[in-house]
């Protein structure tokens, strides 16, 4: 099986000014692309070769197959979840707002701890939000490659905090990249992945 890029659910300058075209341009005309191409070439010859994405993630062992598999799933994951600032649901409404309320109390409350674990995760990673196994929410940390479907937990959003998702854009002010991320971030997406 050959992985491939998937296109972007939007044009490269739409997420502007959160997240410039060059930095689309390099995240996942460059990096996202050089996973997949890994990706391929490790697998050859392994019993990876023709499983599924999902499949590697899970089986695969801490390594080089892992990571370039899990930073493909993240990034396709990643870049789903945003539209122009225009055009995104802004809120997130009825059982998942309801999910949400029940974990941290209130929206307001939920956005502020996800951006706490985001800005606080040192190093490479992901902040991600999943859904328990209670049908409410909780927030992880994940660092480098890591994946919430290596733990068989459902994510529904997530946060790139690795330097090259926001230093051409923002440097060293990671907080100031998460507080703006929330502007391009369709709930209407994290609604359909609850739902599943
Ligand atoms: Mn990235």
């Given at each position: 099986m050959t992985h491939q890029l998937?296109?972007?659910?939007?044009?490269?300058?739409?997420?502007?000014?959160?997240?410039?075209?060059l930095t689309i341009g390099f995240h996942y005309g460059k990096h996202h692309q050089a996973y997949v191409n890994n990706l391929n070439n490790l697998i050859g010859g392994t019993p990876y070769e023709d499983a599924p994405l999902q499949t590697i993630i899970q089986k695969a062992p801490a390594g080089p197959i892992f990571n370039n598999a899990a930073q493909v799933f993240n990034h396709t994951f990643y870049f789903e979840q945003f539209k122009s600032m225009n055009e995104v649901k802004k809120r997130p409404e009825n059982e998942l707002l309801r999910a949400i309320e029940k974990s941290f109390g209130t929206y307001d409350k939920f956005v502020e701890a996800f951006s706490k674990a985001a800005a606080t995760l040192f190093g490479s990673g992901w902040a991600w939000v999943i859904r328990d196994q209670d049908g409410?929410?909780?927030?992880?940390?994940?660092?480098?490659?890591?994946?919430p479907l290596a733990k068989k937990q459902i994510p529904l959003l997530t946060c790139d905090v690795w330097e090259h998702a926001y230093y051409l854009d923002y440097q060293n002010k990671r907080p100031d990249y998460i507080k703006a991320f929330w502007d391009i971030l369709d709930w209407s997406v994290i609604e359909r992945r609850f739902r599943i």
């Open positions: 998937p296109p972007l659910p939007f044009a490269p300058d739409d997420l502007k000014p959160i997240i410039s075209d409410g929410v909780a927030i992880t940390q994940e660092t480098n490659a890591g994946c």
